[in-house]
């Protein structure tokens, strides 16, 4: 049974930085694509940040800001924070497709085949 985990979520002040984590278990997913995506209170949840073989990719608003990488070994995707705003604010996903994919890093969510149960973020002013 495949379940990716996040862990690293937690409140923080405005201009803060955190560290979250999306393990999986049940299958490797090494260079296939993984995402991050968060749902802020009263909201559609939004992509953040994606990898796969091709790269990464980001939404405009954590460009600059927030860097995701991956190590193959663990099985274990990273999403850096940095420069914590309040509107970053959300429960932040991780996702994982079970398949190749050729077009690179995933932003549309409705590609991914695996999902987390997502860890809170929470950014003080």
């Known amino acids: 049974q495949v379940q990716l985990v996040e862990s690293g979520g937690g409140l923080v002040q405005a201009g803060g930085s955190l560290r979250l984590s999306c393990a999986a278990s049940g299958r490797t997913f090494n260079n296939y694509a993984m995402g991050w995506f968060r749902q802020a209170p009263g909201k559609e949840r939004e992509f953040v940040a994606a990898i796969g073989w091709r790269g990464t990719n980001y939404a405009n608003s954590v460009k600059g800001r927030f860097t995701v990488s991956r190590d193959n070994a663990k099985n274990t995707v990273y999403l850096e924070m940095n420069s914590l705003k309040p509107e970053d604010t959300a429960v932040y996903y991780c996702?994982?497709?079970?398949?190749?994919?050729?077009?690179?890093?995933?932003?549309?969510?409705?590609?991914?085949?695996?999902w987390g149960r997502g860890t809170p973020v929470t950014v003080s002013s």
């Open positions: 996702a994982a497709r079970g398949t190749y994919f050729s077009g690179g890093p995933i932003v549309q969510e409705e590609l991914y085949d695996y």
